[in-house]
């Protein structure tokens, strides 16, 4: 198949660096449908030309998509558009919310709702072992693509959340709608191997692992709401981290 071409227009007047200027347009024409993923990607020589930019600029803007995750180079393939990554910031949000501001169709199939007892989990919520918790499994999609598997248990002032509630919005908007805000978590990211129920879920094959976070998010009085234990496709999902020298 060959690469589509995308309009650019590059104003070398503009104080703008022109490989910015290519990039920022090129990650447009991916962000709103026009390259979509898996499309092959104009090559270098042939951007160059048809531009009229030097082989360095064209060669700084692809790298800084492929950077950002919205490139894949391949040897012998060329460069083709990535799958969507969703993109995260280390902050205390939803992933329903953050599908939904990015126009990404979010989806939810509840897997399981249920009345449980969980000693890992009543420990994490700071309850007794015997105390009845609300667990749910939850297959969260972008349109039909299969995104994360996401287990959570509530306390059981949350148990009369339904399974109504769960598929047609998120977590925290159904906690929202009971006056409870989340307002600080603990969370640990790893990346392991998936189970065989992930691997069916989020559709994987071969030797591709799962990015796997588990949070325990509190209120503003420090009590614990909820405690997730998540997996993500790890090819479709990125946590960005600013870090901040004081």
């Known amino acids: 198949m060959a690469a589509r071409e995308v309009d650019v227009s590059i104003d070398r007047s503009s104080p703008v660096p022109l490989y910015h200027q290519l990039s920022e347009q090129l990650c447009a024409a991916i962000s709103d449908g026009r390259l979509q993923p898996g499309d092959p990607f104009e090559n270098e020589v042939a951007l160059a030309g048809r531009l009229s930019l030097s082989r360095p600029t064209v060669r700084r803007a692809i790298q800084e998509m492929v950077d950002k995750g919205l490139l894949v ?9 990535a799958n969507r990554k969703v993109h995260r910031r ?3 949000s939803s992933l329903y919310d953050d599908l939904a501001r990015e126009g990404r169709a979010p989806r939810t199939v509840l897997l399981e709702h249920e009345i449980v007892t969980d000693d890992a989990a009543a420990a994490a919520l700071d309850l007794d072992p015997q105390t009845p ?8 999609l972008a349109g039909d693509a299969p995104l994360a598997v996401m287990r959570n248990w509530l306390p059981p002032a949350y148990g ?3 399974r109504e509630e769960l598929e047609s919005t998120g977590l925290y908007a159904a906690l929202r709608t009971r006056g409870v805000h989340a307002v600080v978590a603990h969370q640990s990211i790893s990346a392991r191997m998936p189970t065989p129920a992930e691997r069916k879920h989020l559709r994987i094959r071969g030797t591709q692992p799962v990015l796997a976070m588990t949070r325990m998010a509190f209120d503003g009085a420090g009590t614990a709401v909820e405690y997730g234990d998540h997996s993500y496709r790890a090819e479709d999902y990125t946590i960005d981290l600013m870090v901040d020298e004081r």
């Open 160 to 162: 009369d959340i339904t």
């Open 73 to 81: 180079r391949r040897r012998g393939l060329g460069t083709t558009v």
């Open 90 to 92: 280390v902050a205390l």
């Open 133 to 140: 918790l609300l667990a749910i499994v939850r297959l969260r």
